[in-house]
């Protein structure tokens, strides 16, 4: 089992940054894909981004540039530094692991997930 919990999520005006992050218990963390999701009211949970073990970095496309990820094994942590937000970002954004060799941008390959943390971008 992997326990995850979120922190770091607030309220930011258009174009501020908050930096996210998932620390992580139980198994061995530096084994696991991270990854980074988020879900809008009304719409379904979507990929934003993930790092392997490797340090391989994803994104997708509509925050590449703006959102980087990055992980502390060490720390047993996971980070998502959110830079230019704009109001679309608004969401709960969600951490979650993943066993190794797995498509990382599959929600579903996914097999631990934290509760979430919200995230709002005021125009």
């Known amino acids: 089992q992997v326990q995850l919990v979120e922190s770091g999520g607030g309220l930011v005006q258009a174009g501020g940054s908050l930096r996210l992050s998932c620390a992580a218990s139980?198994?061995?963390?530096?084994?696991?894909?991270m990854g980074w999701f988020r879900q809008a009211p009304g719409k379904e949970r979507e990929f934003v981004a993930a790092i392997k073990w490797s340090g391989s970095t994803y994104y997708a496309d509509s925050v590449k540039g703006r959102f980087t990820i990055s992980r502390d094994n060490a720390k047993n942590t996971v980070y998502l530094q959110l830079n230019s937000l704009k109001p679309e970002d608004t969401a709960v954004y969600y951490c979650?692991?993943?066993?190794?060799?797995?498509?990382?941008?599959?929600?579903?390959?996914?097999?631990?997930w934290g509760q979430g943390t919200q995230v709002t971008v005021s125009s």
């Open positions: 979650a692991a993943a066993q190794p060799l797995r498509i990382v941008t599959i929600t579903k390959n996914y097999d631990y």
């Open positions: 139980g198994r061995t963390f530096s084994n696991y894909a």
